[in-house]
């Protein structure tokens, strides 16, 4: 397979120290952004093991033909620009340096999510036989505008291949120039002063399972007939995010009945869920940049045993109201709130990094007990659609906390779920798919 080479281009212009108001030039070295709201935490946590990288992943029905497909990347060169960037250092703030390089299109064969070297921008394009994956970092991005960039390379690669006729069809087009939204820090222009803060959450339940020698991430996917879920998530009234919630908490459930008497006595009761959702319907928000935050759907134990349908009411009354935008303009305040305070504004880097470390591990992971991330069912047109098999989503390598982490997404007739693990463990794995199946759901392992 022939792969264009990376070129490194040495940009030897002078760099900001401090954070300012930018618009977005033509092809400008100067063009340089700051981290979005929650971008801020990723550079003082990520490290070989915990990469803050996600992949997104298309896998076609016939393979992937090279040329058509560089000439494609070479089409959205110009396109976006806001992800052809570099972390870089402040004094006060890491930001984001534009740097003229080419998207480079690599050969699929290292680790999943790995990081991103010094010298590299923080995304990459990846080729395997039929399948197209992008890899992100979540400075840059988040689900959402990883795939916004994905259905442009898949339908110009698809219209470069005479496939498909793209005019009438709505997404990022290589030829459109960005509009300044595409790049804005949608948590800022959405933040409001002096709201009250989010009641503090207690720790919760983690699971007991033993973390395997590096490298330690794999992922375990199974595909699930879209509409035999659908099917069970109308018999009980709920949306298909609550309803994997719920199996999610009740595989928790499970693992800690199992669990000796000594070790239920030094574990947590309460388990609680991250669950990723995206504002940008809330907020009318076109931003390609990170614009989502977690709601936090809980069961305690400590009020006894839960039936699975408790723990489905339980968590659709409480997504219910997390997500009620009044809720989330609370969250917004506290973030954004706290990096314009006047004094940790005016802190060194170095201090910085070591408060948002410290609050990443008090509060990032000892607050929840799993994440699961839905990116919904996902669409381009009739014509492009038979062209695909499948798409797949894996989050990033989740922390030695929470372990074990779960990406969703939807197409056509499949569901695939992705889970990540670096534990010695696949029992949440068994459990979930055990639920499933004994609601009558197929369930094929994919890898």
Not at 232 to 250: A, F, H, M, P, Q
Request: positive net charge; hydrophobic residues 40%; glycine residues 4%.
């Amino acid at each position: 397979m022939v792969i264009e080479k990376k070129t490194v281009k040495r940009d030897s212009s002078p760099k900001p120290t401090s954070e300012k108001e930018i618009s977005l030039p033509e092809a400008s070295k100067d063009f340089w952004l700051r981290l979005d709201n929650a971008a801020k935490i990723y550079p003082a946590i990520q490290s070989r093991e915990l990469t803050t990288v996600f992949r997104l992943s298309a896998v076609l029905k016939d393979r992937v033909k090279i040329k058509p497909f560089l000439e494609a990347v070479q089409r959205l060169e110009e396109r976006f620009p806001y992800y052809k960037m570099k972390p870089k250092k402040g004094f006060f703030w890491y930001y984001l340096q534009y740097y003229n390089e080419k998207m480079a299109v690599r050969p699929d064969l290292g680790l999943l999510c790995r990081s991103f070297e010094k010298n590299e921008l923080i995304f990459r394009i990846l080729l395997k036989e039929n399948k197209v994956s992008v890899e992100f970092s979540h400075i840059l991005t988040d689900g959402k505008g990883a795939f916004e960039f994905l259905k442009s390379l898949l339908l110009t690669y698809f219209e470069v291949c005479c496939l498909i006729d793209t005019d009438a069809l709505s997404y990022l087009k290589p030829e459109e120039t960005p509009s300044a939204e595409e790049f804005e820090d949608a948590f800022s222009t959405h933040f409001q002063e002096r709201l009250p803060f989010p009641l503090k959450i207690p720790t919760a339940f983690h699971l007991p399972f033993r973390l395997k020698p590096l490298p330690r991430f794999e992922v375990l996917s199974f595909s699930i007939p879209a509409k035999e879920i659908i099917a069970i998530v109308r018999k009980y009234n709920v949306t298909l995010t609550v309803y994997l919630v719920g199996v999610y908490l009740s595989a928790l459930q499970t693992i800690y009945n199992q669990l000796s008497p000594a070790k239920k006595r030094r574990s947590r009761k309460v388990f609680r869920i991250q669950v990723p959702i995206n504002l940008r319907k809330l907020y009318h928000s076109k931003t390609m940049r990170n614009f989502s935050l977690f709601v936090t759907p809980e069961i305690d134990l400590r009020l006894g045993k839960y039936t699975f349908e408790e723990i489905l009411k339980t968590v659709h009354h409480l997504m219910q109201l997390e997500t009620d935008v009044k809720l989330i303009n609370k969250i917004i305040s506290r973030n954004v709130g706290a990096e314009r305070n006047v004094l940790l504004k005016n802190t060194p880097l170095f201090i910085k990094s070591l408060i948002l470390y410290f609050t990443y591990s008090i509060e990032g992971t000892r607050k929840y007990s799993g994440v699961i991330t839905n990116l919904g069912k996902v669409s381009f047109s009739p014509q492009a659609d038979r062209l695909i098999e499948y798409f797949q989503f894996i989050p990033p390598p989740p922390n030695k906390v929470l372990k074990v982490n779960c990406g969703v997404i939807g197409f056509e007739d499949k569901l695939i779920l992705s889970f990540g693990n670096i534990t010695t463990s696949h029992q949440l794995e068994q459990e979930f798919v055990s639920i499933l199946i004994g609601e009558g759901i197929p369930v094929k392992v994919i890898s």
